[in-house]
C-alpha cells in the first residue's frame, strides 16, 4: 500500500485553492461539500467560480499566487496551468507541512483526491495513487450500480440503534455479530426499497430477542478456485468478509487470502507431499473445536471443496456433531486452468466426456483405473500429477493409449505466472527436463490439447512444446 487512505474532517477548515479554470472549480465544489471554508487565488476566474464568488460562497483574492497565500490554510490544491506556478506552491506546501495536491502530478502531491461514490453519510472512495485517474472512475461507476442510493438512509438508521446495541451488547464480537445478522437479512432490502419502518421494527425486534443471533458457531467450507481472485463467487467473498477465523491451505492464493476480513485469525492447514502442517484428522477437530467455542470459521480450500479437497470428511464430523455448516462451490482447476489455457474438457469434435483422476504417488507408485481412463473421445484431467508425471504418462501409453495423444502441463493455472507445456503422452516429460516446474500443477490428456494453440487468450508466458517423436 504506497498511500494510506484517510478522510479528513474539512468542516469550517481554511483551505485554499490556487487556480481559476474549470479544474480549479471542480476542485473547489468538492472541498464545499466537505464544508471547507475555500479560498481561491487566480488573476481571472472561470463562470462557475466567478458564481460562487458574487453569491459569497467562496472568498476570492484575484491575483496571482504568492507564498503568503498558503498563511493559514490546512490543505492546499494546486490547478493552474503554468507547470512551475504548480512545482513552487508544492514545494512552498511541503516546506510549511501542509497537505497539498498538484492536479495530475502524483509526484508533486502529499495527498490525491479519490473518485468518491456519495451515499452521504456512507462515502465510498476509489483511488490509484494518482497512477491512472480515469481508472479510478471506471471502478467507481462500476460501483456506483453495486451501490443502492438508499445506503445513506441505511447508515443513519443504524446509527439511531448503535448505543442501544453498544449497551445490550458489551462484547464486541456480539455487536459485531448482531450488525452483521441484521444487514445480511431482509432489514437492508427494506430501506433499499423505501420501506423504513418495517426495518426499523425487524431491528428493534432483533434488538429485544437476540439469542439465536449470539450464540452458537459456524463453518463456512469455501472454495477458493485455481488462483485467480475474480473468480470468487459472491457468497464467497461475502462469508471470507464475516469470519472470524481462516484455515487455508497451500493452494490458497495470498491475493485471496488477503480479501478476507483483516482481523481475523488465520491459521495455516497446507499440505505438501509427505509433509503436512496439519494432519486432516486435526483439521476437522479444529474446526468442530473453534465453532463450538461460538466463532465463524471459514475453511478455505484451493479449488472447489468437493473435488480432491477432502471437502465432504471435514462436513461428515460437523455434521455428526450437529455443528451448522455451509458449503459454497468454488472453480475447480480443471474448468479454471483448461479455460485459460484455452482447452475444452469437451468439444463436438474431439470429446465428448471427461474424467478427473489424482495422480498422487502412494509407495512410490501410482494407482489408477487405467482401463476407465483409455475410452474413445474422452478427456482426462490429472490433479496433483507433477511428481508422478513420467510414470503416468508411462502407464497410460502401456495399457494402450496411442503414443501421439496430445497432452498438455499447466503450472499456476489462471495466474499471472501461469505456464502451459503441450507435447504429448510420449514427449511431455522430455519438455519440462529442463524447466523448473512447480506445484500447483493440472495434466491434460486428450484430442481438445491441440485446440490450445488456436484458443488460449491468456498468455502471460509462452507455451513450450514438445518436439513429436
Not at 462515502?123 to 494518482?130: D, E, F, H, L, N
Not at 501410482?366 to 483409455?374: C, P, Q
Amino acid at each position: 500500500m504506497n498511500q494510506l487512505p484517510i478522510f479528513l474532517n474539512l468542516r469550517g477548515q481554511a483551505c485554499l485553492v490556487v487556480g481559476g479554470g474549470d479544474v480549479a472549480a471542480r476542485k473547489v465544489e468538492l472541498l464545499r461539500e466537505a464544508g471547507a471554508n475555500v479560498t481561491v487565488v487566480a488573476p481571472q476566474l472561470c463562470t462557475r467560480l466567478q458564481t460562487l464568488v458574487n453569491e459569497h460562497a467562496i472568498a476570492y483574492h484575484p491575483q496571482p499566487y504568492r507564498v503568503d497565500d498558503l498563511a493559514g490554510h490546512w490543505l492546499i490544491i494546486a490547478a493552474t496551468n503554468n507547470e512551475a506556478v504548480n512545482r513552487q506552491i508544492a514545494s512552498d506546501a511541503q516546506h510549511r507541512k501542509i497537505f497539498c495536491n498538484v492536479v495530475d502530478r502524483p509526484e508533486l502531491c502529499t495527498f490525491t483526491m479519490p473518485s468518491i461514490i456519495n451515499r452521504d453519510p456512507v462515502t465510498v472512495a476509489v483511488a490509484t495513487g494518482g497512477a491512472s485517474p480515469v481508472l479510478a472512475r471506471l471502478l467507481r461507476a462500476r460501483l456506483e450500480t453495486l451501490i443502492p442510493a438508499n445506503y445513506g438512509r441505511l447508515a443513519h438508521l443504524l446509527k439511531s440503534f448503535r448505543e442501544r446495541v453498544k449497551q445490550r451488547f458489551p462484547d464486541t464480537h456480539q455487536r459485531r455479530r448482531f450488525w452483521e445478522h441484521a444487514l445480511q437479512g431482509p432489514i437492508a432490502e427494506w430501506v433499499f426499497n423505501g420501506h423504513e419502518r418495517a426495518a426499523q421494527e425487524a431491528l428493534e425486534a432483533q434488538l429485544n430477542a437476540p439469542e439465536a443471533v449470539t450464540q452458537g458457531g459456524e463453518v463456512y467450507l469455501v472454495g477458493a478456485g485455481p488462483g485467480d481472485p475474480d473468480l470468487l463467487t459472491f457468497r464467497a467473498l461475502r462469508l471470507m468478509q464475516q469470519a472470524d477465523v481462516v484455515l487455508y491451505d497451500r493452494l490458497v492464493a495470498p491475493e485471496i487470502l488477503a480479501l478476507c476480513r483483516r482481523d481475523a485469525e488465520r491459521i495455516y492447514v497446507g499440505k505438501h507431499r509427505a509433509l503436512h502442517a496439519m494432519r486432516q484428522e486435526d483439521i476437522n477437530q479444529t474446526l468442530v473445536t473453534l465453532a463450538q467455542q461460538g466463532r465463524r470459521v471459514l475453511r478455505l480450500k484451493g479449488g472447489d471443496p468437493f473435488i480432491f479437497g477432502r471437502g465432504g470428511e471435514e462436513i461428515e464430523t460437523l455434521s455428526e456433531l450437529g455443528i451448522p455448516f455451509q458449503v459454497v462451490p468454488g472453480i475447480t482447476a480443471a474448468s479454471g486452468c483448461a479455460n485459460y489455457a484455452g482447452i475444452p474438457l469437451t468439444h463436438r469434435d474431439y470429446a465428448q466426456s471427461v474424467v478427473f483422476v489424482t495422480g498422487q504417488l502412494k509407495d512410490g507408485t501410482v494407482d489408477l483405473s487405467w482401463t476407465g481412463l483409455i475410452q474413445p473421445r474422452q478427456t482426462i484431467v490429472v490433479y496433483m500429477g507433477l511428481a508422478a508425471l513420467e510414470q503416468i504418462c508411462a502407464g497410460l501409453i502401456q495399457h494402450g493409449l496411442h503414443a501421439n495423444t496430445p497432452a498438455a502441463l499447466i503450472e499456476h493455472g489462471t495466474m499471472p505466472t501461469q505456464r502451459v507445456f503441450t507435447g504429448t503422452v510420449a514427449t511431455l516429460t522430455n519438455v519440462i527436463a529442463n524447466e523448473d516446474v512447480k506445484a500447483p500443477t493440472l495434466l491434460i490428456v486428450g484430442d481438445v490439447v491441440q485446440l490450445h494453440h488456436k484458443l488460449a487468450w491468456f498468455a502471460p508466458h509462452a507455451t513450450t512444446q514438445a518436439s513429436a517423436s
